[in-house]
């Protein structure tokens, strides 16, 4: 494990008049990295090969270590249950040896195998941490007509599926991407789960907090095997954006961005949006944040204005206290202040 410092780096927007100040970390490691999370201190990254890095002192040192017996193994999504308690998921095939969850109970200096799938077409997409409870909910892409699920309780370090009863009729190829871990959001009290790959986007809802009975809550958006939903965010209870694209087409969007004002039960397309392929939406108190492989931007409600944050390479992205955290492929790691998104958004007027 190693430490290191923050380098700067600076990063041109489209608007000639407009520039911003990108802060790269440069990490040893060329590991793409998807999952990133943060709580406290803390920042927790996981990659490819196994790798994860970390900071315990919000993002003033780094450290970087690979997992023993996981370097085969890409880490798209974690939670941090607390201090000590860790949790890391890993996105494969079952039949490879790549659907499995790591535990991690001191911080990080020794893991081991929580839960595992052996056989079967499973293959783990995102994690809903609920901090509060202390429990999560583990998706996986679809076994035999419904999305298999599987509650996380992290007080007793055991993980159960859950018994769902009624689920909408899934489309042919219908999946959820594992991009950036943020196709299942829970929030009041219910799952919002994304899809694609199919010949429509769908959005999907748990009728109650039992995760038992689901419905469908929109089914109109056009897609294929290459495109759909890719994240879902929450502003808060009962504003959500859902945002993807084509991961084939980085610099088109025919998905969009999607908007509901009622905790899901309707949705609304937005009639403005930038047109890149768009891995993970984030709100970031004042305004929304989404972020791809090619581009990213910025959007501020009241003004109905969006800003450019450059050519990026991001696939996730998080709030931490008053900066964004970004990672991506080979090693990317950046981070931009909320302080900086004001004087964006200023210059722009």
Known sequence: MKLHTLLLAFCLFQAPSIQAQWTNILLETKASFRAIRSQKDQIWIGGTQGTVVYSLDAGKTWQETKIAGAEKLDFRDLAIVNQEKIILMSAGPAEKGAAKLFISKDQGQTWNLLFEKKTGPYFFDAI?????????????????????????????????????????????????????????????????????????????????????????????????SSSGFFSIGARNKLNYWVVGGNYLQLNENKIGILETNNGGLTWEKIAEFPKFYMEKVLWTGKYWVVIGPSQSAAYHPKTKKWISLGETHFHNVILHKKHLFAVGSKGTLATLSLAELDQLFLSKK
Do not use: C, M
């Open 128 to 224: 809903a941490w609920n901090q509060k409870k202390q429990e999560g909910v583990l998706l996986s892409d679809p076994i035999q007509g419904q999305f298999p699920l599987f509650r996380i309780k992290a007080k007793e370090d055991r993980v159960e599926e859950i018994k769902i009863k009624e689920f909408p009729s899934l489309l042919p190829r219908e999946a959820a991407f594992a991009a950036s871990g943020s196709s299942l959001l829970w929030v009041l009290g219910k799952l919002n789960l994304v899809t694609g790959g199919a010949s429509h986007a769908r959005i999907i809802q748990s009728d109650d907090e039992t995760f038992t009975q689901f419905l469908d809550r929109h089914h109109s958006t056009p897609a294929d």
